[in-house]
């Protein structure tokens, strides 16, 4: 029988371990304790990272990959019909 080795996530936060990114929106639930949040690295904006972050903790639960910029306006209104609303001191977790 053969066993596999169990693979540890690596655990990140946010902005610690993502220092050159830039926050375009961020977005809160009430009562719920995550934040998601549209990043970016790129120096033209173009491609946009989707994180979800424990606000707390500011770990990184699930960066759920790269959008982009033209999809954001969708991606927004998505996010507001599930009832997350943008936070607009968007400096801040």
Do not use: C
Request: charged share 40%; no cysteine; glycine share 4%.
């Amino acid at each position: 029988m053969a066993y596999s080795k169990k693979i540890k996530k690596e655990i990140t936060h946010f902005p610690k371990d993502y220092p050159k990114f830039k926050i375009i929106k961020t977005f809160r639930k009430p009562h719920s304790p995550r934040t998601r949040m549209f990043a970016t690295n790129d120096p033209n904006g173009w491609f946009i990272d989707v994180f979800e972050i424990k606000t707390k903790s500011e770990e990184v639960a699930d960066n759920e990959g790269w959008i982009t910029e033209k999809d954001m306006k969708d991606w927004t209104t998505w996010y507001e019909r599930l009832g997350w609303v943008e936070q607009k001191d968007e400096n801040k977790i």
